[in-house]
């Protein structure tokens, strides 16, 4: 069974910066796509980013693109998600989400929920002055 447990969240000043981690373990993480996803009280899950398992695609949500950055090291079985110029609108849970990924799908990933079968606790961002 896999598990990821996220890490680097916390509260920062708007146009601030913050580094979430996510680390697997369980599984070996270059088989596998990865999502951040983030969600507000009482709202839906948002996708903002996901990786295909060979690095070759990123994707990100408008609200988050030119700002947020996701990146993996498979030797250390973390991915994560560099966030710049932070907005109070950023504020949010953020979870990341693994999805095996055969080497077919190899340079694929998914900003939908359904896709993943792996999910992390989730780590609290607040952008706040």
């Known amino acids: 069974q896999l598990q990821l447990v996220e890490s680097g969240g916390g509260l920062v000043q708007p146009g601030g910066s913050l580094r979430l981690s996510c680390t697997v373990s369980g599984g070996t993480l270059s088989y596998y796509a990865l999502g951040w996803f983030r969600q507000v009280p009482g709202k839906e899950y948002e996708g903002v980013s996901c990786i295909s398992r060979n690095s070759r695609l990123t994707n990100y949500a408008d609200s988050v693109k030119g700002r947020f950055t996701f990146s993996r090291d498979n030797a250390m079985n973390t991915v994560y998600l560099q966030m710049d110029s932070l907005k109070p609108e950023d504020s949010a849970v953020y979870y990341c989400?693994?999805?095996?990924?055969?080497?077919?799908?190899?340079?694929?990933?998914?900003?939908?929920?359904?896709?993943?079968?792996?999910w992390g606790q989730g780590t609290q961002v607040t952008v706040s002055s």
């Open positions: 989400a693994a999805l095996f990924a055969p080497v077919t799908s190899e340079t694929m990933c998914f900003m939908a929920t359904g896709e993943y079968t792996s």
